[in-house]
């Protein structure tokens, strides 16, 4: 049982280019969560989806967009990569009873 | 809106002390789910234990109990004994149960926890 994957583990982006981070749960959850945590800070909801098709911001969705076609994928994009944006992003997933199982992480740089 | 505060940024003891981690949350929401993480130096988040709104009874796991509060609407952690490896990023996180239509889940700031031998 793998949980909840994230891909890629590390990424340095340049400024203006954009890339997806890839999340993938493999458990049937409908909940699902992305949020970033900036060094020495706790974390901050980005966007979540309470199922396949819905998606919806959290406290600081500017600069991101997500989908969700399948219930076992929540990729979050980011269009235009600003220095602003370099942060550790962990993707989340939520069962039933409000357990929530979280990816490794990706910790991305943008110079 | 909800919100968590953990006003203790950084706590340092020394081993076998007691410490307790202060837990605040705000919500309008009448069903809701709290939670304590640890996250060690490797990063990764561990889920220590999840209280529903409705059950105030205190919990003992080991070295590690809190203590539920709604009349304060607190949620605190308390390790007794601490130890060396206990040093972490702890975070209390409030996840609503959908009264006002509102799935999110947020986390407070973190405490970070300094052991020493």
């Known amino acids: 049982n793998a949980g909840v994957t994230q891909t890629p583990k590390f990424r340095i982006l340049k400024i203006g280019q954009s890339m997806t981070l890839q999340c993938t749960q493999d458990m049937n959850h409908n909940y699902m969560y992305w949020y970033r945590q900036d060094p020495g800070m706790g974390l901050k909801l980005i966007y979540y989806?309470?199922?396949?098709?819905?998606?919806d911001k959290g406290e600081v969705p500017n600069g991101y967009n997500v989908s969700r076609s399948t219930t076992e994928d929540f990729p979050l994009r980011l269009e235009l990569a600003a220095p602003s944006q370099t942060s550790v992003y962990f993707c989340?997933?939520?069962?039933?009873?409000?357990?929530?199982?979280f990816g490794q992480g990706t910790r991305l740089t943008v110079v | 809106a909800q919100k968590v505060t953990q006003a203790q940024t950084e706590i340092s003891v020394v081993e076998k002390e007691d410490v307790t981690l202060d837990c605040v949350y705000e919500?309008?929401?009448?069903?809701?789910?709290l939670f304590w993480y640890k996250q060690p130096p490797s990063g990764e988040l561990v889920f220590l234990i999840r209280?529903?709104?409705?059950?105030?009874q205190n919990e003992i796991s080991g070295r590690y109990s809190w203590n539920f509060q709604k009349s304060t609407s607190s949620f605190n952690f308390t390790i007794t004994a601490s130890q060396v490896v206990d040093s972490a990023v702890y975070f209390c996180a409030l996840d609503l149960g959908g009264d006002y239509n509102n799935n999110d889940m947020r986390f407070g700031a973190g405490t970070r926890l300094t052991v020493k031998p």
């Open positions: 209280r529903n709104s409705f059950d105030e």
């Open positions: 919500t309008r929401d009448t069903t809701y789910y």
């Open positions: 989340a997933s939520r069962s039933r009873d409000y357990e929530a199982f």
């Open positions: 989806s309470v199922g396949a098709g819905i998606t």
